[in-house]
Structures are given as C-alpha cells and as structure tokens.
T-cell receptor, first 111, second 115 residues
Framework: DQQVKQNSPSLSVQEGRISILNCDYT??????FLWYKKYPAEGPTFLIS?????DKNEDGRFTVFLNKSAKHLSLHIVPSQPGDSAVYFC??????????FGAGTILRVKS | NAGVTQTPKFRVLKTGQSMTLLCAQD?????MYWYRQDPGMGLRLIHY???????AKGEVPDGYNVSRLKKQNFLLGLESAAPSQTSVYFC??????????????FGPGTRLTVL
C-alpha cells in the first residue's frame, strides 16, 4: 500500500499562471515532507521541504502547504515558467533519514 | 566537487548474468542509498547505509546485495539478473540525520535492461 500518493500523473499549465501539485500521505509519523524535481536523464534534485510542525514554507516562486489533519500537502509554483517543466516527486521522511516517494507528476508549462 | 557519480550509465544484461553498480560521493556524507525508479512507482528504496561497513534493507531488497567498504563508495550487486530488475537505478547520499531534513543528493542514474 502506497504511503505517499500523487494522484495526478500529469499537469499542463500556461506560462505565467499558477501550478499546483498535490500529494497525500497515510503515515502520521513522517516528520518532514519534501519536493524533488527531475529532468529527463538526470537524478532528482531537492526543491523545497516543510517540517511536520509547520503549515507553510516559501522559497521564491515555490511554496509548500501542509494540512496535517487532511494528510495532504501541495506545491504552488507562481509564476510558472517553461523551465519548470519536469517531473515533480513528493517525498516524506521517516526514521533514519529514509524517504518514501510518490509516483511523480509530470508538469508541462506551455509558452 | 563531482557530487554523486554512478557507473555505468547504461547496461544491458542477459537473464542470469551478474553485475555491480558503483556509486561514489565526494561530500563526506555518512548516509548512502540505492533506489530504483519504475514507471508509475516513483523511487523505491532498495538498500541503504548509515556509515562505512554498515548496510540495511529498504523497501525492495530482494535480488540485490550491497557493500560499503569505504565511506565514499556504495556498491549495488545483482547476482543473477532477472527481467523484473529492468529499471533506472539512482544512488543518493546525505549527512547524518539530525536537525533539518538532511537533503539527499542524487546521482545521474544507471539505466539497466535485463533481457
């Protein structure tokens, strides 16, 4: 049973608009949630994280929101740029700094 | 700094053959990890290591072995490859757990096909 789920396999957004990527989890023991970005033929790179005791973290165009009661987090990208087109993985951290990943969402930003 | 490097980048094996994937990091990280990525499955942890000479099983360890003889290297072995092991393999490293999320740094991946 998947502990971290990204239910949207893909998302298409116009340049300049907001991109919202969603993630749901089941394990209440996760202490950090992270977003990784992946371009083709490259390894994932860290984008932004949020502690389980926070509800929002912002870094430039990227903001992550955490709703613990709903076990849901989302990544907002504003404004979206063509270079943001990539696969975005939601991940949750469990003990030992191990990460549990979602299946990923392909974001396409159209110019 | 090269970060995390993986060799080889591509490999094709026949069923039953063996091979070793090498991961090296130059960031003096204590923790290292091996993941596999399959379509619709995200990244799944195979094995990990919290320090030189230590290894532990992850979510999908069957059919794989690992060794961490040196702090900077983490080897993933397939003793008898099966078509189900066709995948993209990623190595990652991080500092020891503690305050903050301890970002994992990933290598570029190895694409393995087992015929």
């Amino acid at each position: 049973d998947q502990q971290v789920k990204q239910n949207s396999p893909s998302l298409s957004v116009q340049e300049g608009r907001i991109s919202i990527l969603n993630c749901d989890y089941t394990n209440s023991m996760f202490d950090y949630f992270l977003w990784y970005k992946k371009y083709p033929a490259e390894g994932p790179t860290f984008l932004i994280s949020i502690s389980s005791i926070k509800d929002k973290n912002e870094d430039g165009r990227f903001t992550v929101f955490l709703n613990k009661s709903a076990k849901h987090l989302s990544l907002h990208i504003v404004p979206s740029q063509p270079g943001d087109s990539a696969v975005y993985f939601c991940a949750a951290r469990e003990y030992g700094n191990k990460l549990v990943f979602g299946a990923g969402t392909i974001l396409r930003v159209k110019s | 700094n090269a970060g995390v490097t993986q060799t080889p980048k591509f490999r094709v094996l026949k069923t039953g053959q063996s091979m070793t994937l090498l991961c090296a990091q130059d960031m003096n990280h204590e923790y290292m990890y091996w993941y596999r990525q399959d379509p619709g499955m995200g990244l799944r942890l195979i094995h990990y290591s919290v320090g030189e000479g230590t290894t532990a099983k992850g979510e999908v360890p069957d059919g794989y072995n690992v060794s961490r003889l040196k702090k900077q290297n983490f080897l993933l072995g397939l003793e008898s490859a099966a078509p189900s092991q066709t995948s993209v393999y990623f190595c990652a490293s991080s500092l020891r757990g503690g305050r903050g999320h301890n970002e994992q740094f990933f290598g570029p991946g190895t694409r393995l096909t087992v015929l």
